[in-house]
């Protein structure tokens, strides 16, 4: 299939913490397919993020921001979110909680996966009190970020039966796979 990276695509700036398979995944759909968004950067506040592999992979600019609260972080990302020309931010499995002012300066623009279906399950550790608390699905929500945490406009969810030979481990690898078909497009949503 043909690349289509051409300059109509929204400039996207995905930020990880961990493996990155939402953004290998997205980079993938922004090439490949008939989206509408390319990914130019990656920002992770962790060295360690084992995504940071796709930045070599893709021939993608990466960054690492020692993430804090504090405006001068805001400030040093913004910078960077402006010279590049980012219009939009999807945060793909990032582990830090974005400031207030961070997201009010990039107001409506910053989306998030989530691993269930919220409003349920907001936070940490969502397959394992999904099968603690013996629910029949689970699932995952792309969302508008605001300055509640997984709290804002859901764009899209999709819900994965939890069978009862099902542990979190297994609930994770099922989610996971949903959460690459919904993300892109979910993108594809918004931005079209
Ligand atoms: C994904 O399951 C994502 O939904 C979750 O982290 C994982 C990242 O996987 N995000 C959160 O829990 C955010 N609160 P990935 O690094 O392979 O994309």
């Known amino acids: 299939m043909k ?14 913490s961990g ?26 506040n962790t060295i360690k993020a084992k995504g940071l592999k796709y930045s070599n992979i893709f021939n993608i600019e990466k960054k690492i921001i020692k993430y804090d609260k504090k405006i001068k972080t ?7 979110l402006k010279q590049r020309k980012i219009k939009l931010i999807c945060l793909a499995g990032f582990m830090k909680i974005l400031s207030k002012n961070f997201i009010k300066k990039f107001n409506g623009k910053i989306l998030n996966i989530h691993p269930s279906l919220l409003p349920k399950y907001k936070g940490l550790n969502t ?35 939890i069978s009862s030979k099902d542990n979190h481990k297994s609930l994770e690898k099922k989610v996971l796979k949903v959460e690459h078909s919904i993300y892109p497009d979910a993108i594809k949503k918004i931005l079209n």
């Open 127 to 161: 397959h394992f009190r999904a099968i603690n608390n013996k629910e029949k699905f689970a699932g995952c929500s792309v969302h508008y970020v605001n300055s509640k945490l997984d709290s804002g406009k859901i764009i899209l969810q999709r819900r994965v039966k």
């Open 19 to 44: 493996k990155g398979s939402n953004l290998k995944n997205l980079i993938r759909c922004s090439r490949i397919k008939n989206y509408p968004f390319s990914v130019n950067l990656i920002i992770s």
């Open 74 to 80: 805001d400030n040093k990302i913004l910078k960077v």
């Open 3 to 16: 690349k289509s990276t051409g300059p109509e695509k929204t400039k996207t700036a995905v930020f990880i």
